[in-house]
């Protein structure tokens, strides 16, 4: 069998479904509309991504893949329920050699990810707006370890396909 059918599942783990349908309602395919803030330049750029979303590790979690216009993979994300502390989170850009370490809440129809980026410093990520076909994505950053955020980056996300 190969890594790809190994790791690649169906659908969710029936005895965690419940849990799991929080990211499980990104599965599928999404066309993203993509702002980000440049620290350093203090000018935000948009560019046009697909967002791609799917059930692995025999349904007990979901990854997802961000492809830019190019069709190159710029990261991946892994989500997975851990029923001692909720959901673990973890997003990998290797070509920025980021690594952001995650938990994830639903707040009402909003769920927020809190962690710290490979630099140390602190993020704030929330999917909001939440709907069968849309949905918003926002990411903050801190330099102060939570005291103040700056907003770096927003995207807007289209279904293409479940």
């Not at 979303?53 to 994300?77: C, E, H, M, P, Y």
């Not at 707006?129 to 807007?156: L, V």
Request: charged residues 25%.
């Amino acid at each position: 069998m190969s890594m790809q059918q190994s790791l690649v599942a169906d659908g969710p783990a029936p005895e965690f479904a419940s849990e799991l349908a929080l990211f499980g309602r990104f599965v599928g395919e999404w066309e993203v509309r993509n702002a980000v803030y440049s620290e350093t330049a203090q000018t935000w750029s948009e560019s046009d991504l697909v967002w791609t979303f799917g059930w692995i590790i025999d349904g007990r979690g979901i990854q997802d893949v961000l492809v830019n216009a190019a069709g190159s993979a710029l990261g991946t994300t892994v989500r997975t329920w851990d029923s001692r502390v909720g959901w673990r989170v973890v997003w990998f850009c290797p070509r920025a050699a980021e690594h952001v370490v995650l938990t994830a809440e639903q707040d009402g129809n909003r769920i927020e990810l809190v962690g710290v980026q490979a630099d140390g410093r602190r993020v704030r990520w929330v999917f909001s707006d939440i709907a069968s076909e849309t949905f918003k994505w926002d990411g903050w950053c801190s330099n102060d370890d939570g005291s103040t955020w700056w907003h770096e980056q927003h995207m807007d996300a289209q279904r293409v396909t479940r």
